[in-house]
């Protein structure tokens, strides 16, 4: 028996050239009447730059600052997601439960992939750009990483 694919994480950096991969994520669900977790991951600061902040900025203005980023994030995302739900509305009609939004704090690449583990997924479907010349010949670090130590099947989608 083939595989059925019930949930699918995408794993989105926000870029504005995120289309291919969500209109692909979002054929995907209506195919398999798959649920879809649309999630970022906010890389924490490294020790330096932690360090620096921390000597210049109050704590209370770290936390305001931090919960205006997640409050932009969300936005963000509920705005893509609300633009292609509108623009396919009449495809996705049939779709078995609304996508869902998802923020999480951590290293992109083990983010993705807890996530993935926790809601179960099938499937991680995730961006990868080019730079340059050289870099086209590699994919990105995070994708590269999670392709090579997930246990769940992975669909890079090539932002160009």
């Known amino acids: 028996m083939l595989p059925k694919i019930n949930t699918i994480v995408y794993a989105c950096d926000l870029d504005g050239k995120t289309q291919a991969a969500m209109e692909?994520?979002?054929?995907l669900a209506k195919t398999h009447g798959a649920k879809v977790i649309l999630m970022?991951?906010?890389?924490?600061?490294n020790a330096?730059?932690?360090n620096?902040?921390?000597n210049y900025i109050t704590e209370e203005v770290r936390n305001a600052m931090r919960k205006d980023a997640i409050t932009d994030i969300n936005t963000r995302m509920d705005k893509l997601l609300a633009e292609f739900?509108?623009?396919y509305s009449e495809e996705l009609s049939s779709l078995e439960t609304a996508p869902e939004t998802l923020i999480v704090n951590g290293a992109p690449a083990d983010s993705i992939q807890r996530i993935a583990k926790e809601k179960n997924a099938d499937l991680i479907v995730m961006n990868s750009r080019t730079h340059g010349r050289l870099s086209q010949m590699?994919?990105?670090?995070?994708?590269?990483?999670?392709?090579?130590t997930s246990s769940i099947p992975v669909l890079v989608v090539p932002i160009k």
């Open 40 to 45: 970022h991951a906010i890389e924490p600061l």
């Open 138 to 148: 590699i994919i990105g670090s995070t994708a590269n990483k999670v392709i090579h």
């Open 85 to 87: 739900m509108e623009k």
């Open 52 to 54: 620096m902040i921390n």
């Open 48 to 50: 330096q730059a932690s």
């Open 24 to 27: 692909l994520v979002l054929s």
